[in-house]
């Protein structure tokens, strides 16, 4: 990110980033739009899950009590698919990270470099005409 500190020429060294344009390129959306087709299913679903179980927790205290194996009751089974799922959508969205995300970010930062060390160049030779 060498082109960052060069490109820049405010205090945080980002005075000439165009946040903008690199947040409208292409691969920055795809990234966007790939990241949210997953995690706005992923969390519906969790938060889907999670809320049957306070219902029937709260709105059928006898069908939770129901014995279902063993001495285990329903409740208890559902409290502890609610945990396995936590870890479970946590799995998942790790996979898709590293498979799908991470090659996404990559272009996206690259991209994003690229337009850095131009507009960097560009800010240099008009310096270095004055």
Do not use: C
């Amino acid at each position: 990110m060498e082109g960052a500190a060069a490109a820049g020429s405010g205090r945080d060294g980002s005075a000439d980033i165009d946040w903008e344009a690199i947040e409208g390129s292409p691969e920055f959306r795809e990234l966007v739009e790939t990241r949210r087709r997953f995690v706005l299913p992923a969390s519906i679903f969790f938060l889907a899950f999670f809320l049957a179980y306070l219902l029937l927790a709260a709105l059928a205290p006898g069908l939770m009590g129901t014995p279902v194996w063993g001495g285990m009751t329903l409740g208890f089974l559902l409290a502890v698919a609610q945990v396995l799922m936590t870890f479970v959508v946590t799995i998942l969205y790790l996979r898709q990270a590293d498979r799908v995300f991470e090659p996404l970010e990559r272009r996206a930062a690259e991209r994003a470099v690229d337009r850095i060390d131009r507009t960097g160049e560009g800010a240099k030779s008009e310096r270095g005409a004055r």
